[in-house]
């Protein structure tokens, strides 16, 4: 199946410094990506959709200065987490569906997730 | 609006038992795909199964099986014999057309005792 590899695994920073985490499509071309969080013990929530070649489309709530995306790439899209607060540490997973499965393949594939942890 | 629910927030089981896990989906869309991922402590998410709203056949796999009822929106995960390995987070999620954008329920976590 297709494999979507996200670095790096866990990621400690300094409050105010800027992390960016990369999701790669790596056997597949991904026009579109996903990022979520997910707060400890809670689920995930989708925090904007990534699109190749043009801007993120971000959820309701999401600080899109905050959580810059870029998807310059069929096979890449960064998250940068900007000036990061203690309150921005959890676990931030992408996913890419492969445009290859057509209309019945909305399955995601997910990345390993990132730990972010803000000291 | 689309939702997920997943009531049973944790659930224990002595090893070799049978469980279920409830998942209750809402909708508009006509054509749209359930879920269930599996989260153990690493933290990745373990695709487990995917259906699609025209196909209700309940899938067996191993010990794992789907019910998957749409005149009640359910889409239930029995684990028979569970096995300590099976201790996780279980997440049903919910996909709407092709967008492969989810939706998922708040998270069952299961603890298998030995």
């Known amino acids: 199946g297709a494999v979507v590899s996200q670095h790096p695994s866990w990621v400690i920073c300094k409050s105010g410094t800027s992390v960016k985490i990369e999701c790669r499509s790596l056997d597949f071309q991904a026009t579109t990506m996903f990022w979520y969080r997910q707060f400890p013990k809670q689920s995930l929530m989708l925090m904007a959709t990534s699109n190749e070649g043009s801007k993120a489309t971000y959820e309701q709530g999401v600080e899109k200065d905050k959580f810059l995306i870029n998807h310059a790439s069929l096979t890449l899209s960064t998250l940068t987490v900007t000036s990061a607060h203690p309150e921005d540490s959890s676990f931030y997973i992408c996913?890419?569906?492969?445009?290859?499965?057509?209309?019945?393949?909305?399955?995601?594939?997910f990345g390993q997730g990132t730990r972010l942890t803000v000291v | 609006a689309q939702k997920v629910t997943q009531a049973q927030t944790e659930i224990s089981v002595v090893e070799k038992e049978d469980v279920t896990l409830d998942c209750v989906y809402e909708?508009?869309?006509?054509?749209?795909?359930l879920f269930w991922y599996k989260q153990p402590p690493s933290g990745e998410l373990v695709f487990l199964i995917r259906r699609n709203s025209f196909d209700e056949q309940n899938e067996i796999s191993g010990r794992y099986s789907w019910n998957f009822q749409k005149s009640t929106s359910s889409f239930n995960f029995t684990i028979t014999a569970s096995q300590v390995v099976d201790s996780a987070v279980y997440f049903c999620?919910?996909?709407?057309?092709?967008?492969?954008?989810?939706?998922f329920g708040q998270g069952t976590t299961l603890q298998v005792k030995p």
């Open positions: 999620a919910l996909g709407s057309g092709n967008t492969g954008k989810l939706i």
């Open positions: 909708t508009r869309d006509t054509t749209y795909y």
């Open positions: 996913s890419a569906r492969d445009p290859g499965q057509g209309l019945v393949g909305t399955e995601a594939f």
